[in-house]
């Protein structure tokens, strides 16, 4: 194994995604929530059974990387999603969300964020995806900045609720090709 490595989730991996998906979020987000809505956002949306029902959609990819044989972060691929209010913003297709991308904060500074939107960029390539976007909470100043290096602007914001507590996503986009 090289000092980065990335492999495909599969069903037998579940326990490393549940931890990475419930200790990142909880290292970027939990000074901003209290703690019963963070716990009920966990349960709701980080749980096992939720994650398994997620690996196991049709178009939905997730990737672990690791670190010096570690595993320190992931992405969620969705193929052919359009954005939340595609009512009103439909995306030139094939489309695809990047729905998360995360690294564990011991693991920050490793370049792992951009070896992670590296592997999106191919896969969106083996796919022929000609748009691809995410969201991304409107006060996540260094997740915005790194979006905006790589490309990708504002089109459009959504609700994203956890717990209680409803908070605004800019939703971004990125022309492929």
Do not use: C
Request: glycine content about 6%.
């Amino acid at each position: 194994m090289t000092a980065i490595d990335i492999r495909p989730v599969e069903p037998g991996m579940l326990d490393t995604l549940v931890l990475l998906e419930q200790q990142t979020y909880t290292e970027t987000f939990a000074h901003n929530y209290r703690p019963e809505d963070l716990a009920i956002f966990l349960q709701e949306k980080k749980s096992p059974a939720v994650l398994l029902s997620e690996l196991q959609q049709p178009g939905a990819l997730y990737y672990i990387i690791y670190h010096q044989a570690v595993a320190a972060g992931f992405i969620k691929l969705n193929l052919n999603k359009q954005p939340d209010d595609a009512v009103h913003t439909v995306l030139p297709t094939p489309v695809m969300e990047l729905e998360k991308i995360y690294v564990l904060q011991a693991f920050q500074g490793h370049k792992l964020g951009k070896a992670l939107i590296q592997q999106a960029y191919a896969v969106a390539r083996e796919h022929g995806i000609k748009s691809i976007w995410l969201g991304v909470w409107e006060h996540n100043t260094r997740a915005l900045r790194f979006y905006q290096q790589e490309g990708f602007t504002h089109f459009s914001e959504h609700t994203f609720k956890v717990g209680s507590q409803d908070d605004t996503d800019w939703l971004m986009r990125k022309e492929l090709f």
